[in-house]
């Protein structure tokens, strides 16, 4: 840290000597319009501005003779060449809209234009991101984008969640080159599996509300479009490494041949990322690979093959274990003198010293894809991509032979630390496990297994565009997708026992399994390597297909768009069931939605937008489709499509020198659905796990939105943004229980019910009208400067602000009553506060090579600060729990050099 301090105070000296000052402004060639944010470059260097607000340009070079590189997202590169002869000011440079060329995927990627597609979007380009990612995780650089919040979670390593406009992580829709990312079963994302993302984005936007996407079934929140590097056209490289606190270390390297005279082109990317992470015992080893191959056919035809992923394990704190204020306090004597908000409940050691964790993850989920892109002539192309993504691993979970044993594996109970296997200096005894299961007559009272979840994906998205009468674009498309998920939990350690019994055999329904009911099935003696508690395949399959119609003449463009989609659900179960009722009933939804919009350019300076949306779409598989896809084939009868309504209008003003974006939105949402989980306890003690199917649940969102950015001196960047929300759940919504195995609960006493129908189960109904949205701050700003010392040193402060976040709502065991009513009431808002970042840089000559020094420091002041919590039973901040303090100061530097 004190060298990067002492480097960047010594470079303020060192002046860039440029011999020609190149001018020019970069507009639209179909529109005229100028394009904000557009990268101009030095051919073959690092050396390169960015657009101001009205397209314009002012890059330095050494050169009398030099190649300027221009490119924008959702157009075509081009190169400028500039001779000693000609005029420093380059006049007007026009580039087209995206077509197929090498290194192009945007014509699938959906990607909107500023002041021409309607909606509200920002873009982020893979300079800023380096610039301010540091040791953050990927999600954590939208964080100053209006409507989005992003927080680390529990602290593990690519734990960290995304919301847009209070809409969690499963109606926020990511799409890589155009290919959506969700989970299909449960619709959100684990950003572990991509923890190496941020290496090969190109460029990435995000779209609030409905979107330009083009595909079947769009999110409701909005959507976040990355566009990966796919294959460079230049040859060249970068070599680059990095160490942090907290042990962090990353070594990175890319290289590209360029493409060849035969038209082939080849690029690869590798890294490695380490570390004993933030929070106590969440060690992490991350892998990070990246490859792309294309082929110019001909001038009508590419093809390229496309791979990447990021094969990870990492410890984890779990979800469950955040404590309340109070308990975060009780912990203080456990750290000896550090933060207390680093400790981890599960983090502890066997009988041996060996290192033991009941939260632990490791998974492997690459993508690969083939695209074809055809040029059919000047004015029709047809972009094709099959791809397929296989995911490997799994997650620890503690079994118990009694529901009371089995809560024992968790660090804590409704935010009240478990103290029954802790040592004094707070580490989880594992090694007093191997105590209990001595003693035992019954085999292994506390044992653990890993939950495998593997899934073979598919799909084919197809994309035609075609120019009608030089105004009309017309887009359409058909969207297969098809996913298997393997979903199984194998023992894997026995504590030192000669068997495990699986209590959840001994409650199957005789109904369901041919053995249920038998000494043989419900308590055969387990070993490594058996399966426990659940072993099915769920299965999703869904077919769609959408158009679009977009008009651009002068001032104005608008589209229409629409799509149409069948989801079909079924699971087929091993454990629970005998082979002639394996298979479940397939359910199957019709999906459609329709969407159109309007950007009209008043002047140069002034342009309005407005789109309206309505979408109907097919509810989840877990917990949507089906009362409880872990251990039942029984369908939800209750279950129907989720209906979302949004409409939003916006506003923009532009100088030269400034950019500001104003929007309003509203959307309604109804027939969700959701599941909340929760402890049921004992004497304070966790004896089981539980979770309640909401059916039925409303909600409304609504809010405004402000971005800013400005360059009122040539060497001074500023940028803002404030977001209001106003997010609140909006009817009476009903709800089933079921144990943490997926059994439906009955009673107050979390006795199992003989039967699976809704009638058997504990309902509740909660009027949950007027009360405010949790997990996401409604209100939110930020604020950043970036100052250019020289054309080689530069220096970057950031300031955010989050206010009105509210403790996520829950249930908890004392609802466990058939059929009971509750009101629930206004959650605890969390304290605000504010964080401030700061990062630098200072690029030189290596050589024959370039070099760029740069550090980053996150929450620069230390600040504490309350991320997210669930709501407890006074609605105050004594009750709150599951509560997860943010990071305090963390930093990193380094070394990058390029080829």
């Known amino acids: 840290m004190k060298q990067f301090v002492l480097l960047t105070l010594l470079a303020i000296s060192l002046p860039g000597l440029a011999q020609r000052n190149l001018k020019g402004k970069i507009v639209d060639a179909d529109t005229n319009e100028p394009l904000i944010g557009a990268a101009v470059m030095i051919d073959g260097t690092t050396n390169g501005v960015i657009t101001g607000f009205d397209g314009s340009f002012n890059l330095d070079t050494d050169a009398k003779t030099t190649t300027l590189l221009l490119k924008y997202i959702g157009y075509k590169d081009k190169t400028h060449k500039v001779s000693e002869n000609d005029a420093d000011n380059l006049g007007t440079i026009r580039i087209a809209p995206d077509a197929i060329g090498l290194g192009e995927v945007s014509v699938t990627a959906s990607v909107g234009v500023t002041r021409k597609t309607p909606i509200a979007m920002s873009t982020l380009t893979p300079k800023l991101i380096e610039e301010k990612l540091g040791t953050q995780e990927f999600p954590e650089i939208f964080k100053s984008t209006p409507g989005v919040w992003a927080t680390k979670g529990p602290g593990g390593y690519g734990d960290s969640k995304i919301n847009m406009r209070g809409f969690q992580s499963a ?176 983090y502890g050691f066997g009988l041996h010293g060996e290192r033991k964790t009941s939260s632990y993850n490791q998974y492997h989920k690459p993508q690969i894809s083939i695209n074809h892109q055809w040029q059919i002539n000047d004015k029709s192309s047809l972009s094709t991509a099959l791809y397929t993504s296989i995911g490997r691993g799994s997650g620890y979970s503690g079994q118990g032979a009694t529901s009371t044993y089995s809560g024992y594996w968790y660090g804590s109970s409704n935010g009240v630390l478990n103290t029954t296997f802790r040592n004094s200096d707070g580490t989880f005894a594992y090694d007093q496990i191997y105590h209990l299961n001595a003693a035992s007559q019954t085999g292994s009272l506390m044992a653990m297994s890993k939950s495998i979840n593997a899934h073979n994906w598919y799909g084919l998205l197809s994309t035609y565009n075609t120019t009608v009468a030089d105004y009309f674009d017309i887009t359409a498309g058909i969207d297969m997708r098809y996913n298997k998920g393997q979903h199984t939990n194998e023992l894997i350690d026995l504590y030192g026992a000669d068997y495990y019994i699986d209590r959840y055999r001994a409650s199957v329904s005789s109904a369901n399994h041919a053995q249920a009911g038998t000494d043989e099935f419900n308590y055969k003696k387990l070993q490594v390597g058996d399966v426990v508690y659940r072993d099915y395949d769920g299965y999703v399959m869904q077919e769609g297909g959408f158009g679009q119609v977009e008009y651009n003449r002068g001032k104005i463009s608008a589209f229409a768009a629409g799509s149409l989609s069948n989801t079909s659900y079924w699971r087929y179960d091993r454990f629970y069931y005998d082979k002639d009722n394996a298979k479940s009933e397939t359910l199957s939804f019709i999906g459609y939605t329709a969407k159109g919009g309007a950007n009209y350019n008043l002047t140069d300076h002034h342009n309005v937008f407005a789109n309206v949306g309505y979408i109907s779409r097919a509810p989840f598989f877990s917990g949507g489709a089906f009362l409880s896809s872990t251990v039942s084939n029984a369908t939800n009868p209750d279950a129907v499509n989720e209906k979302i309504f949004s409409v939003e209008a916006g506003y923009g003003f532009r100088t030269s020198w400034m950019d500001i974006k104003l929007n309003a ?137 989050a206010a009105r976040n509210y403790a996520d709502w829950s249930v908890s065991s004392s609802d466990l009553v058939g059929n009971a009513e509750k009101t629930y009431v206004t959650p605890w808002k969390i304290p605000s506060f504010s964080t401030v970042d700061m990062n630098a840089s200072y690029s030189f000559d290596l050589g024959s090579t370039r070099a760029t020094f740069s550090g980053n420091v996150e929450n620069l002041l230390n600040q504490e600060y309350i991320a997210e919590a669930y709501d407890g039973g006074t609605h105050n901040w004594d009750s709150a729990y599951r509560v997860f303090y943010g990071f305090g100061r963390t930093y990193s530097v380094r070394l990058k050099v390029s080829f």
Do not use: C
């Open 665 to 801: 939105y509203r959307t309604e949402w109804r027939d969700k659905s959701m599941t909340k989980s929760f402890d049921i306890s004992e004497n304070g003690i966790v004896i089981d796990r539980a979770s309640v199917n909401m059916t039925g649940v409303n909600a409304l969102h609504q809010g405004i939105e402000v971005e800013l950015a400005s360059q009122p001196l040539k060497w001074l960047e500023l940028t803002a943004m404030f977001s209001y929300g106003d997010w609140t759940w909006n009817n009476n919504a009903t709800g089933y229980f079921y144990n943490n195995g997926g059994q439906p609960l009955a009673d107050t006493k979390g006795t199992i019910a003989s039967g699976i129908q809704a009638a058997d189960h504990a309902s509740i109904k909660l009027n949950m009208k007027g009360v405010e949205v949790g997990g996401s701050a409604q209100t939110t700003a930020a604020a950043g400067a970036k100052i250019k010392f020289t054309k080689d040193l530069r220096m970057g402060i950031d300031y955010n602000f």
């Open 171 to 346: 109606n926020v829709a990511v799409l890589i080159n155009g290919v959506p990312m969700n989970d299909m079963e449960w619709g959100g994302l684990y950003w572990s599996n991509w923890a190496g993302l941020s290496d090969v984005i190109r460029t990435t936007q995000t779209q609030r509300g409905v979107g330009a996407s083009k595909v079947s079934a769009p999110s409701v929140g909005g959507s976040i479009n990355i566009v990966t590097t796919t294959t460079e056209a230049k040859k060249g490289g970068a070599i680059s490494y990095g160490v942090g606190s907290d042990g962090y270390n990353k070594m990175l390297f890319n290289v590209s041949t360029g493409l060849n005279e035969n038209g082939w082109a080849l690029t690869l990317l590798g890294a490695k990322t380490w570390g004993e992470g933030y929070v106590q015992g969440t060690e992490f080893l991350s892998y990070n690979y990246f490859a792309s191959i294309a082929k110019i056919i001909n001038d009508r035809h590419q093809i390229s093959l496309t791979a990447f992923g990021s094969p990870q394990e990492h410890y984890q704190r779990s979800s469950y274990d955040g404590l309340t204020i109070e308990g975060w306090q009780q912990v203080k004597n456990y750290m000896k003198g550090d933060n207390p908000y680093k400790y981890n409940p599960t």
